[in-house]
Structure formats: structure tokens, C-alpha cells
């Protein structure tokens, strides 16, 4: 089946340091992966929306300077969350959409917690 | 606007029960609708669709567009059903999803 593995899985951090966290599809081309951020005990909320090869797509009130999104390869997409503070902390998880065959589907990592302190 | 509603955040029934998770939704186009289930500590994973018409692990979903909803039904519940679900919409130009806040299912013995 489609894979799509983080990592890391958990990080700790300091306020002010930037943290790079991975998205790969280990078995299919993805042109296409997905960001979202989840709070404890709510939803999962779409950040941004990664194409290969081109800019990322910000949902409404996020903000793209502090998280940078790099989709390089079909099987890799980076979200670098920059000067990271406390309140950025959260469960971040990537998906990334299979397009070729079918059905169209989106599948998800396990997530990364950010800790920042 | 593109909106998802669980209006339950928990739900709570006996092993062997009916269970029904219910999902409402707003979409100005033809939406296609997702159930997602997340057991304890893993991933998120697809459990249905609705273009499907399929049983998956005994739970099925209509599509009623009347009354915008696509609740998630289970004739009984088992134990291991026990998880926190996720109604999704696929919406944009890009498919992404739109999630409902979730519904935790407890099944007890």
C-alpha cells in the first residue's frame, strides 16, 4: 500500500530556532502534498497545499514567512517552521495525494510533534 | 462556504449495539465526502468514501444531499471500533480536505 512516512516523529526546540520536519511517499509520486496542523483534542486544520516544483498554496491566515514549504522532488515535500515559538507548538501531519491509478486518495503521515519551549 | 459539522464530540455505546456517527456539511458543488478513523497512537486512514457504496469493516455511509449529511453507521459495534473519526469533504481546486472536528467512539465491554 501508499506510505508516507514524517520525520521526525517528535521534536524539542527552542524559542527563536527554526525546525525542518520531512513528508515522504515512500512508495508512490505525489504531486501534490498537503500540511495540516492539529491542536490536542481538535481537528486537523490545512495549513498549505504543496505542488512539485512550484509554489506552495496558503490557506487564509497562515503565514508563509514562518512556514516555509519546499516541494522538490515528487517524493519529498519540507515544511521549516522558522523562529519557532511556544504558541507553535502543536502535531503537525502531512498527506500526500496519489493521482496515478486509482482511486484518487490522499494518505497521511503519522504526524510530527513540535515542542517548542 | 466549504464547511464540515460533527455535532458529536463523543459518542459512547455498548459492545453489539448500533452506533451512528453523524456528519453534515456545506458545499455549493457536487461534494465527494470521506469518513477517516484514527485508532490510538497511529495515522490517520481512509475508512470510506462515498462514490464507493462500499462496507468497510462493517460501517457504511449515504450520501443524502437533501439533508446534506453523510452519517457513518454500524449495525453493532465492536471493541475494537473504539477510535476517533473524521468526516472530510474534498473541496478546492486542488482536492484538498476539509475536516469535521471529530467524533470519539468508545465501545465498552
Known amino acids: 500500500g501508499a506510505v508516507v512516512s514524517q520525520h521526525p516523529s517528535w521534536v524539542i526546540c527552542k524559542s527563536g530556532t527554526s525546525v525542518k520536519i520531512e513528508c515522504r511517499s515512500l512508495?508512490?509520486?505525489?504531486?501534490?502534498m498537503f500540511w495540516y496542523r492539529q491542536f490536542p483534542k481538535q481537528s486537523l486544520m490545512l495549513m498549505a497545499t504543496?505542488?512539485?516544483?512550484?509554489?506552495?498554496?496558503?490557506e487564509q491566515g497562515v503565514e508563509k514567512d514562518k512556514f516555509l514549504i519546499n516541494h522538490a522532488s515528487l517524493t519529498l515535500s519540507t515544511l521549516t517552521v522558522t523562529s519557532a515559538h511556544p504558541e507553535d507548538s502543536s502535531f503537525y501531519i502531512c498527506?500526500?495525494?496519489?493521482?496515478?491509478?486509482?482511486?484518487?486518495?490522499?494518505?497521511f503521515g503519522p504526524g510530527t510533534r513540535l515542542t517548542v519551549l | 462556504a466549504q464547511r464540515v459539522t460533527q455535532p458529536e464530540k463523543l459518542l459512547s455505546v455498548f459492545k453489539g449495539a448500533p452506533v451512528e456517527l453523524k456528519c453534515n456539511y456545506s458545499?455549493?458543488?457536487?461534494?465527494?465526502l470521506f469518513w477517516y478513523v484514527q485508532y490510538s497512537r497511529q495515522r490517520l486512514q481512509l475508512l470510506l468514501r462515498?462514490?464507493s457504496r462500499e462496507s468497510i469493516k462493517g460501517f457504511t455511509a449515504d450520501l443524502n444531499k437533501g439533508e446534506t449529511s453523510f452519517h457513518l453507521k454500524k449495525p453493532f459495534a465492536q471493541e475494537e471500533d473504539s477510535a476517533m473519526y473524521y468526516c472530510?469533504?474534498?473541496?478546492?481546486?486542488?482536492?484538498?480536505?476539509?475536516f469535521g472536528k471529530g467524533t470519539k467512539l468508545s465501545v465498552k465491554p
Open positions: 458545499y455549493s458543488g457536487s461534494p465527494e
Open positions: 498527506s500526500a495525494r496519489r493521482l496515478a491509478g486509482a482511486p484518487d486518495e490522499q494518505f
Open positions: 462515498h462514490i
Open positions: 504543496s505542488n512539485e516544483g512550484s509554489k506552495a498554496t496558503y
Open positions: 512508495d508512490f509520486q505525489a504531486t501534490t
Open positions: 472530510a469533504l474534498r473541496g478546492g481546486s486542488q482536492g484538498n480536505l476539509i
